[in-house]
């Protein structure tokens, strides 16, 4: 299919994958800016949000609705996407958002509120110079002071290999005709021939070597998109700070929440180092070599004036938190980019208690019975430290949850109102976190049937056989009845017992 005139080298004869990114949420994004020790502009309660290369407007509509006291716009030159946005908005009852169907550079022409948050996720990468320009232009005239920019892109030195191998398979598709997945597919095999033949480029570029054989299982939609538009850039750090500071915009953090704390993510010998490093941009752009980062999850603030102790304690205290995951399921371990960590059950386990029984904020926290032994220093590191690790979230305020949770709910039916065509994930909205909730698919399958443990898992065991799908315990395919039985009941227990009540205190389910 030729090429539309309008696509100004981005894929569009090819539907993107609808997908669901919690890092554009604006609760994560405020505690982002916490952690980066600014002050921000307030979004508890009026704010306006664009999101910028929305795609089909997934996490742009969950969004609205889990923050109704927002307005959300959702912006796309993609018709097809923006026709998906506005009817998957019609029917989750969303009334604060609307979707633009505009170029970047319509979007400078048209006449716009101020906002408090710009978002843009992995758009950066697929774009040309031109259009980069036009959304710094954009966000330099309508981006208020103290506002947040979310920014994702695919980095070096990370990718430093993969960049060949993507000029090859686009190169190769160009020669083809047929449709774009047929030609992604030929341009696949074609770079899976060449390594096998004994390309030295494969030998020498192990990271290019292990992304092509990961791209024969990878959707073809999702593949088309990632690496077959005309414009694919790769960019270090300090090319994107430099570039967003022509907007006023300085760099705070990253919703990688575990990237925020560097005794996580260096050893001590490359701490040292990145510490030599006075200059911010240049500092954040050497700790990407430490860790050879192939993706960034940058957020900015614009004008990002410094907060005072005092004010940071009050931001903290009336900050609220809730737990990211069962209670069960929170660890206190975890592999990070400095090695293996074991936080200390007596000091951070205190935080996880308090949070199973309600979402707190932290100066509530501090007067829970599980946590009287822990002071205010001691606080703060547990809660952090759980944040980092992933067990714990940034929650929205208490007040106006019941308005939020009948926004949601309504967002929430029209997604459960769709069968779940396979094993892909479900996204369910919190009212209490703000974002969306991964459902997999046979818990989705469990809220359809019996709400029994016994009766539930034969229930599964039936539409699993019906629909010819398959379930895979870690890597493996479970085989034979038996087994699959033996993994069902083991996980009916575990969604009656420990994830409804989770989903429900999250305001997921009723």
């Known amino acids: 299919m030729p090429e539309q005139s309008w696509a100004e080298g981005y894929v ?22 916490l952690l980066g020790g600014v002050r921000a502009a307030e979004i508890e309660a009026d704010f306006t949000y664009y999101e910028l290369g929305c795609g089909h407007g997934f996490s742009a509509a969950l969004h609205a609705a889990a923050n109704p006291a927002g307005r959300f716009i959702g912006v796309d030159f993609n018709p097809t996407h923006i026709q998906n946005a506005q009817l998957l908005a019609r029917d989750a009852g969303i009334g604060n958002i609307r979707f633009l169907e505009k170029s970047f550079a319509e979007l400078l022409e048209t006449d716009l509120p101020e906002a408090e948050i710009i978002g843009l996720h992995g758009v950066w990468t697929w774009i040309g110079d031109e259009q980069r320009r036009q959304i710094v232009e954009f966000i330099r005239r309508r981006l208020k002071p103290g506002g947040i920019v979310y920014l994702s892109y695919n980095c070096l030195p990370g990718l430093a290999q993969v960049a060949p191998l ?16 047929e030609q992604v597919r030929r341009s696949i095999a074609f770079a899976a021939r060449l390594e096998q033949s004994g390309a030295l480029y494969f030998g020498a570029s192990p990271v290019a070597k292990a992304r092509l054989a990961r791209l024969g299982t990878q959707d073809p939609h999702y593949v088309a998109h990632e690496y077959y538009n005309a414009n694919w850039s790769l960019y270090y750090h300090a090319d994107v700070a430099r570039a967003l500071g022509e907007a006023k915009l300085n760099f705070v953090g990253s919703t990688a929440l575990l990237d925020n704390f560097e005794q996580f993510v260096l050893k001590p010998e490359m701490a040292k180092l990145v510490a030599e490093v ?11 070599f430490a860790r050879n980062q192939v993706f960034r999850k940058d957020v900015f603030v614009r004008g990002a004036p410094q907060a005072t102790p005092a004010e940071l304690d009050t931001m903290l205290g009336r900050t609220r ?13 975890g592999a990070t980019p400095a090695g293996q960590v074991t936080l200390n059950e007596e000091a951070y386990a205190p935080v996880l208690d308090a949070l199973a029984r309600a979402p707190m904020t932290f100066e509530e926290l501090g007067r829970a019975p599980e946590t009287r032994k822990l002071d205010h220093k001691q606080l703060r590191q547990a809660v952090f430290g759980m944040a980092a690790l992933g067990n714990v979230l940034p929650a929205l305020p208490a007040a106006g949850e019941e308005a939020r949770r009948a926004a949601t709910a309504r967002f929430n039916k029209a997604v459960l109102s769709k069968p779940a065509s396979g094993p892909a994930d479900s996204v369910l909205a919190s009212p209490v976190l703000g974002l969306g909730m991964f459902v997999n698919f046979i818990d989705r399958i469990f809220l359809d049937g019996p709400q029994g443990e016994p009766e539930a898992a034969d229930y599964v065991q ?33 969604f009656f017992t420990e994830l409804l009540p989770f989903y429900r205190q999250l305001g997921v389910l009723d």
């Open 462 to 494: 039936a539409v699993m056989a019906k629909r010819g799908l398959k379930l895979a315990k870690g890597e493996k395919a479970v085989e034979g009845e038996s087994e699959l039985r033996t993994v069902l009941t083991e996980r009916a227990r575990f």
């Open 12 to 33: 569009v004869d090819v539907d993107y994958t609808q997908g669901y990114y919690r890092d554009l949420a604006p609760a994560l994004l405020r505690f982002v800016t």
């Open 166 to 181: 993507q000029r090859l398979l686009a190169e190769h598709a160009a020669l083809g005709v047929g449709e774009r997945i």
């Open 278 to 288: 006075k200059d911010r941009t240049v500092a954040e752009t050497v700790k990407d």
């Open 321 to 333: 938190f809730a737990l990211a995951r069962p209670r069960s399921r929170c660890t206190l371990k």
